[in-house]
């Protein structure tokens, strides 16, 4: 057997679903990307390290893949595996006092959800973001004056360097804009704690809501897109930038800058992953030119 088959085996007999011969952009919003070797959904910790700990020996690349909300996948696919907890390792439990325990894999729609019927608030912000618990916390995810930093306690992990267990509490998460110590990667996240505080069940799903409404009316919802595509320019917003230099409606293929949010790149249908990337190219470009400002891409590029 060839490396990535023998991590296809021993993980499969050691607590996790294995698919094969996927394309990547089954895994992402985008909905681009080529074949990756396998995907792994490990059911428990234990097995997570399991499949870590194979990639290693076996000396096959891996990367973790959560919702697939924040991810370009290349169109040469991807020679190795992707360990994703979407889909298993999504428990979340109320501990008492305002704090949730939730694992990485599960979504924060699910987890605002609980938290509303606990009524418990803060974390009304991320109802809609479209991605799970370790994404929200890798990229310290926000939206309408929230973020995961106003919430977040600790998170847990596996740290691929020595394949030890551990955990950062607030201050070693070192949490600011799209950013935390788990950004450069190098760690899988397994799971975090929050702190909200009482509320009303009313006045918290009235706010739930009311973010979930303005999403629908603002943003292209109906196209495969990663959300913003690019991270907002201090003192500025990338949306009003790229609509400022005429971009909006901008098409290179079959890849579009959305009439209805300039911020968001979008699959018209039959996009590839290059035709995005020369759009995101294009737009830096002509922003830089007209406005002297830098757009630095929010999504992450995972190439073979």
Known sequence: MNP??????YTKENGCLVKVDMLLADCTTFRTGGKIGAVITPENEDAALKAIISCKENGVKCFVLGNGSNVLASDSGFDGVAVRLTGSMNNIRYIGNGVIECQAGATLASVCKFALEHSLSGLEFAYGIPGTVGGA???NAGAYGGE??????????????DLSFGEFDKDALDLSYRHSAYSDGGYLILGAVFQLETGDSVEIKA???????RRNDKQPLDLPSAGSTFKRPEGNFAGALIEQCNLKGYTIGRAQVSPKHAG???????????DILKLIK????????????????????IEK
């Open 4 to 9: 990535i088959e023998n991590v296809i085996s």
């Open 282 to 301: 294009y737009v830096q470009s002509v922003v830089k030119e007209q406005t002297g400002i830098s757009l630095e891409p929010e999504v992450k590029y």
């Open 148 to 161: 995961m930093k106003d919430v977040l306690v600790k998170a847990r992990h596996i740290r691929f360097s």
């Open 207 to 213: 706010k739930m809501d009311d973010f979930l409404k």
């Open 264 to 274: 968001f790149i979008v699959n018209l249908g039959g996009a590839t992953t290059e």
């Open 137 to 139: 916390v890798f990229m």
